[in-house]
């Protein structure tokens, strides 16, 4: 997937700002590491942000009381995950009936591949491009503690929070866009 958008990147000249949201948090990461010259900033909204060699598997462990583990389910043969419908009321408490509705429509299986593969950063290219967070004090995928656990372990140069579950942007839009245009 990482690919796909450095491929895009090289049709620009300006550097851009990259967002990404939970497993997005790895994308943006290897982007990083492939395109460093391309990327003004990475803004990670409650996303994993790991450490090089780390994968998402691991951090999803180390996360004891995520809500998540509830409502994943694995394919026959373990190549897809996705989020069980039943956990989306659960996992999204702030989201509006309507916007559960799209959130729905988007909930498609993902590869667990992507999950089980560790990041491979360095210092020298990922390393050398700011980093915001966006924590989100109620979100109950990716916990508050394991989102601090990781922008500590991987400073950022901005932490910023808000009072929303794991879908900020469809919890408090405005406030991510304010979010956003303070990074």
Known sequence: MYKKICNILDEFDEQVI???????????SQVAEERPQKIKKLVY???YLLQDGESIIQAFQEDKDSLLRNYIAMSDDGSLF????EGLNVLYPDVSD???????KFNKPQPALL????????EENYGSISRIYIECKNDHAITPTVQKDMYTKMPC??????????????????KVVECLLNC
């Open 18 to 28: 990259l967002v990404g949201h939970s497993m997005g948090g790895i994308v943006i």
């Open 45 to 47: 909204l409650t996303a």
């Open 82 to 85: 996705t989020l069980k419908e």
């Open 98 to 104: 309507e916007d559960i509705e799209r959130i729905k």
């Open 115 to 122: 999950s089980a593969t560790p990041v491979n950063l360095s």
């Open 157 to 174: 140069d901005k932490v910023l929070t808000l009072e929303t579950s794991h879908a900020p942007n469809y919890a408090a839009p405005e």
